[in-house]
């Protein structure tokens, strides 16, 4: 990526007819850079629609994986239906032209973090061979996860990345703001950025895809996403950060009102 861009969760509001094909032509419209297709039910785009929507999309395209996915799964036919899905939400973003696809990678399920990561990382392994065996090269990101529940911190997804090729972490900050109450700070965010280049290098920086929106969380971690400016998220100072760090890449909003915290972020990021 040449620069930190900036996108929506799914289709814009303001679509007309909402359909996804326009939903990428909107966010062109509307000023914005990039689309996270929302994949998390189901992959709900087919052969036929990717290919047009390759065609058609003028902005950068990732995916929000499917809900349904555990690679720490105990069940065996759930760890392999958790690698099917994957496999077939990175193919389709493939198909689409897509860059990078995120998922929540599994749960604790009260096991140890280590015998979690172990599993994950041996379920993030397939996934990435059977990637690779059909050329399929778009990153494969956990994301750091909101609830104390969900595997997923930030030295988790950083080890993950280093141990696993085609793997980067997918940073939402609103989640590790709502698993600690704390990282809402400008030193903060430049810590957790300090730490991703300490851990994996320039790349992650320069290849960010980031979630951020405001946030509603107690004790257990996040409850739900809030608007920005229903909320305590400190995003000012996030971008300021970003933009210290000279991070690229893309920062999808995660708010409710989809394409209005996205152009908020844009006009305050290049106003700093
Ligand atoms: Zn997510």
């Known amino acids: 990526m040449n620069s930190l861009l900036f996108g929506t969760p799914g ?3 303001s679509t007309v007819p909402a359909n996804t094909l326009n939903g990428v032509k909107r966010v062109k419209v509307l000023g914005l850079d990039a689309m996270e297709l929302e994949f998390v039910h189901n992959v709900n785009v087919n052969e036929e629609l990717a290919l047009e929507i390759k065609k058609s999309a003028e902005v950068v395209l990732t995916c929000h994986g ?4 555990n690679l720490a799964s105990n069940e065996p036919a759930k760890y392999h239906a958790s690698i099917n899905r994957m496999v077939s939400a990175a193919k389709r973003l493939s198909e689409c032209g897509g860059w990078s696809a995120v998922w929540h990678f599994g749960f604790y399920l009260d096991r140890p973090k280590e015998k979690v990561f172990e599993l994950i990382k041996k379920g993030v ?4 061979n059977q990637l690779a065996q059909e050329n399929i090269s778009v ?4 994301e750091t996860t909101g ?7 930030l030295q988790e997804t950083i080890k993950l990345a280093q141990e696993v090729e085609q793997v980067l972490p997918c940073i939402d900050f609103s989640h590790l703001h709502a698993r600690s109450g704390k990282i809402n700070s400008f030193d903060e965010f430049k810590d957790v950025l300090a730490q991703l280049e300490k851990g994996l290098g320039r790349t992650v920086l320069d290849n960010l895809h980031a979630h951020c929106s ?9 409850l739900n996403h809030l608007n920005l400016e229903d909320s305590d998220m400190n995003y000012r100072d996030l971008l300021k950060a970003l933009k210290e760090f ?3 890449g893309v920062l999808i909003s995660e708010s409710p009102n989809v394409e209005g915290d996205a152009l ?9």
């Open 11 to 13: 289709i814009p509001l």
């Open 66 to 69: 499917q809900y349904y996915v």
């Open 125 to 128: 392994k397939e996934v990435v």
């Open 139 to 142: 990153w494969i990101r956990p």
């Open 147 to 153: 609830k104390m529940t969900q595997w997923g911190d």
């Open 214 to 222: 405001g946030i509603n969380y107690g004790a257990k971690g996040e």
């Open 246 to 248: 000279k991070v690229k």
């Open 264 to 272: 908020l972020f844009k006009r305050e990021f290049s106003q700093i």
